[in-house]
């Protein structure tokens, strides 16, 4: 070939990596605008308060937990399609959920149901250290590998029934179930701290739930509050 022909292609391949570097920055500037805004609009004027729960929304990036095919969602006001019958819920939703357990930098929290990671990585920005269990084995396989890549290495994954927690790294200081079971399990009580904070929504599957929150007051008192009504997928048992 001769070298002004190689020096051509040289050429249209530096411009060609130089234009798709500039798209994935323009694409990363866009995203971070939509989340601010999401923060703001579907958030803070919902009332959430919690600065480091504000702040971890604002930070973790949440399309690279959604599916390509549903990427442009990813910052709109719902819950999306993760695949396996499963999704990644609302952002206000998560929001809630991480301000109710009212963590702080030396705790230990414990999710069941890690789905696509998301709200791992939310808990995972204000918490010391996150537990996490899903009974998708293909799921679980999966989001390991986007925790991983995005460097959430305070995260540990575990596939399993997350009814029976995860005993050998309890008790946690707060629990956080993100499918609907339709009494609370034992073992996750059990696994609670005393002062520790649950918060799960309780009620049938494929209807309408109670989102609550559970404080253990001592081994034998624990006190419950409703919160909202919630829409999750169920709690699948093995
Ligand atoms: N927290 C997730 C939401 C996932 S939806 C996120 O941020 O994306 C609920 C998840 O719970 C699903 O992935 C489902 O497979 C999982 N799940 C259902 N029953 C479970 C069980 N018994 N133990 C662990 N995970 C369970």
């Given at each position: 070939?001769?070298?002004?022909?190689?020096?051509?292609?040289?050429?249209?391949?530096?411009?060609?990596?130089?234009?798709?570097?500039?798209?994935?920055?323009?694409?990363?500037?866009?995203?971070?605008?939509?989340?601010?805004?999401?923060?703001?609009?579907?958030?803070?004027?919902r009332g959430i308060k919690d600065t480091t729960v504000l702040s971890a929304m604002k930070d973790v990036p949440r399309h690279i937990?959604?599916?390509?095919?549903?990427?442009?969602?990813?910052?709109?006001?719902?819950?999306?399609?993760?695949g396996y019958g499963q999704t990644i819920s609302q952002p206000y939703i998560v929001a809630l959920m991480t301000e109710l357990l009212k963590l702080n930098k030396d705790s230990k929290a414990l999710e069941v149901g890690t789905g696509s990671g998301y709200q791992a990585a939310i808990l995972s920005k204000i918490a010391k250290k996150v537990y996490t269990i899903e009974?998708?084995?293909?799921?679980h396989i999966k989001t390991n590998k986007v925790l991983e890549k995005a460097g959430y290495d305070t995260i540990k994954t575990k596939f399993g029934d997350g009814y029976y927690g995860w005993e050998e790294c309890a008790p946690y200081d707060a629990i956080i179930v993100t499918c609907a079971a339709e009494f609370v399990p034992p073992p996750l009580i059990?696994?609670?701290?005393?002062g520790?904070?649950?918060?799960?929504?309780?009620?049938?599957?494929?209807?309408?739930?109670?989102?609550?929150?559970?404080?253990?007051?001592?081994?034998e008192l624990l006190e419950t509050k409703v919160i909202t009504q919630v829409r999750f997928v169920p709690l699948i048992r093995k």
């Open positions: 070939m001769p070298s002004n022909k190689k020096y051509f292609i040289c050429i249209i391949f530096i411009l060609l990596l130089i234009s798709n570097l500039a798209c994935a920055q323009d694409s990363e500037t866009k995203y971070k605008k939509e989340r601010d805004w999401m923060v703001k609009i579907q958030i803070e004027n937990f959604v599916p390509k095919l549903y990427r442009m969602f990813s910052y709109e006001d719902r819950p999306l399609p993760i009974i998708i084995e293909e799921l059990k696994q609670l701290k005393i520790g904070i649950m918060c799960i929504p309780v009620g049938p599957p494929f209807r309408v739930q109670n989102l609550l929150v559970i404080t253990k007051k001592s081994e």
